[in-house]
């Protein structure tokens, strides 16, 4: 849990900072970013919407993308205490029966860890060196000028502030509403998968090491372990879900000769579910036609959102906001003259150059993986068992290979005036 702090007390912290940064969304990116600014001498004003007691979220499966950004924070061994290394995968077919089990570790091991993790857990991590954050605070509106970035703070009692800042970072998220003060509607477009699916979790078994998916016909059900238990999803067509978790789960259950017993489990748990027990997502995205207008910049899911299919979308984040420190860090020279914030603009469009085509190319990836998931009929989903069977999982991860292949070198611990490179390795 994150300790709260007054929106008074970080904004007369942030006052003398050369760089006044102020981030709205305490979520992955958010923190990633505050916590590297903070290594950097700043006190970035950081907003979370939510109260301090969110609770555990979902599941997070985290690529070994975050490995050099948490190295930047020094949290590499408070996440390796908490997260559980994910060494197998399992996919099962249309009628529940096991097509196939990976080594995943043997795939990933030469890029780094592969972790499971809940939401709150890695909140945890993040928040672990102990940044200040004001909860249930969000920002009504935004207006820059060539001097100043103000943001109007609610903090929750109604009571509003307007603060001056050098730089506005939008890490509220897929269904960001800083994004849209600065952006509107227009500037951003989405995928509709069509499909939503119930999360919740299920105690933990004795297979720690291993994720599990089930692809069915009109139904999609993966359970994941994490630090204490095992999450899950179970997903369906929205026009299907709509009846609700304990009927979708019993026509699904009917659908399975031999689902296994995590899927029985989840199913179970959505047959008792309380309305607010499970929550639901519908599974779009969103994709934002620019990441930074003037000196606000989009971060995370508000500059490109995820679907979870290829879950990679937490792991992009961190890396974002590495990336976007690094290019920030060369511009820490005093407080910003004219000049200076020309160069953080200039640093933004950088940040945006270097780092969209990335994550879009991620992005679409997962858009690829939900056409395949996401689809029910019968011959599809016997062509799809088929090609479970015969198609090594190295080709199917070839997308997220390349992505760990070709990673940004450089970020919080780039010397000042210098800007992420890329690695080919
Ligand atoms: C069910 C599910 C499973 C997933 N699984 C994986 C996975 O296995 N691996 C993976 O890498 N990714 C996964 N993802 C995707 C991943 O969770 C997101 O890509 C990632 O969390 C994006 O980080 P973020 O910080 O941009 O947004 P978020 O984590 O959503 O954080 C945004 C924060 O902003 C706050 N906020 C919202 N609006 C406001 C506001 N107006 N003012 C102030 N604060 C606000 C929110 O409360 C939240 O705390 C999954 C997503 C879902 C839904």
Redesign the pocket.
């Known amino acids: 849990m994150l300790e709260s702090t007054p929106v008074s007390d970080q904004l007369a912290a942030v006052r003398e900072d050369p760089l006044r940064v102020l981030v709205?969304?305490?979520?992955?990116?958010?923190l990633t970013l505050a916590g590297l600014l903070r290594r950097r001498g700043l006190h970035p004003v950081v907003?979370?919407?939510?109260g301090p007691d969110a609770g555990a979220g979902?599941?997070?499966?985290?690529?070994p993308l975050v490995d050099p950004v948490l190295a930047a924070l020094d949290l590499t061994e408070e996440y390796a205490r908490r997260g559980v290394p994910l060494a197998r995968y399992r996919i099962r077919g249309r009628t529940g029966a096991t097509l196939r089990e990976y080594q995943m570790s043997r795939l990933l091991a030469r890029f780094g860890d592969y972790r499971g993790i809940s939401?709150g857990g890695m909140l945890g991590v993040l928040g672990s060196p102990g940044p200040a954050v004001s909860h249930r605070?969000?920002?009504s509106a935004i207006e820059q000028d060539a001097d100043v970035v103000r943001a109007v703070i609610e903090d929750g009692s109604g009571a509003a502030v307007t603060g001056e800042f050098d730089l506005v970072v939008a890490?509220?998220?897929?269904h960001?509403?800083?994004r849209g003060l600065v952006l509107g509607d227009d500037g951003v477009s989405g995928f509709d998968s069509g499909w939503g699916g119930w999360?919740g979790w299920l105690p933990p078994d004795r297979d720690h090491d291993l994720g599990e998916e089930l692809w069915g016909d009109g139904t999609f059900i993966g359970t994941?372990p994490v630090e204490d238990r095992l999450g899950f999803?179970v997903c369906g067509p929205r026009a299907d879900t709509r009846v609700g978790p304990r009927r979708f789960a019993g026509r699904a259950r009917a659908a399975f000769a031999s689902p296994g017993q995590r899927v029985r489990d989840a199913l179970d748990v959505l047959d008792r579910a309380e309305p607010d027990e499970c929550y639901f997502?519908s599974l779009v995205d969103r994709r934002a036609a620019t990441w930074s207008v003037g000196r606000v910049a989009l971060?995370?899911?508000?500059a490109a959102?995820?679907l979870?299919t290829a879950?990679?979308?937490?792991?992009?984040?961190m890396e974002s906001a590495w990336v976007l420190d690094g290019h920030l860090g060369g511009h820490l020279d005093g407080h910003p003259s004219a000049a200076g914030r020309e160069r953080i603009s200039v640093a933004l469009r950088d940040y945006e150059a270097h780092q969209r085509p990335r994550v879009e190319a991620a992005q679409e990836n997962s858009r690829q993986l939900a056409r395949l998931m996401f689809r029910g009929g019968r011959p599809f989903a016997f062509a799809r068992d088929l090609a479970a069977r015969f198609v090594p999982l190295g080709v199917a991860l070839r997308p997220i290979q390349r992505l760990l292949v070709e990673r940004p070198t450089l970020g919080a611990a780039a010397p000042a005036g210098s800007s992420p490179g890329y690695r080919t390795g």
């Open positions: 709205v969304g305490a979520g992955v990116a958010g907003l979370e919407r939510s979902y599941m997070l499966a985290l690529m939401r605070a969000t920002v890490a509220d998220g897929l960001s509403a800083t999360v994941y999803i997502w971060l995370g899911d508000a959102g995820f979870p879950g990679i979308g937490a792991g992009m984040a």
